[in-house]
């Protein structure tokens, strides 16, 4: 249970970031009680959606060495978007730098938290 809150803390902590670096017209979260419903929904479509996605994709990853999933990552990320409202996400270019964001953020902090 606590490496589940440590984890959820630290994509709350890479959603902030996120917001807080990028402009509005890009990736908006309003306020924390958002970032943490969307870093839970963000959560449970990575441990759902994701691992489907990656074996539909499996040869675009092959033919992109794996760089196709940081597309996925902005797919997943906007597919959050649309289940929490609030959350604003303008356009690909949007979801693919605040998916980067959020991913660099929260290995990051994942990696200090143990």
């Not at 402009?23 to 990575?46: H, K, M, Q, R, Y």
């Amino acid at each position: 249970m606590t490496r589940f809150l440590l984890r959820l803390v630290a994509t709350t902590i890479a959603v902030l970031v996120a917001n807080a670096v990028l402009s509005p017209d890009l990736f908006a979260v309003p306020d924390i009680t958002l970032a943490i419903v969307f870093a839970l929904v963000l959560g449970l479509l990575n441990a759902v959606v994701r691992p489907v996605l990656v074996i539909l994709t499996l040869p675009l990853h092959l033919l992109t060495f794996g760089l196709f999933s940081l597309v996925l990552n902005a797919l997943i990320l906007w597919l959050a978007a649309l289940v929490v409202p609030g959350v604003h996400v303008g356009g690909p270019g949007g979801a693919f730098l605040a998916a980067l964001i959020i991913a660099a953020v929260s290995a990051l902090v994942n990696r200090l938290l143990g």
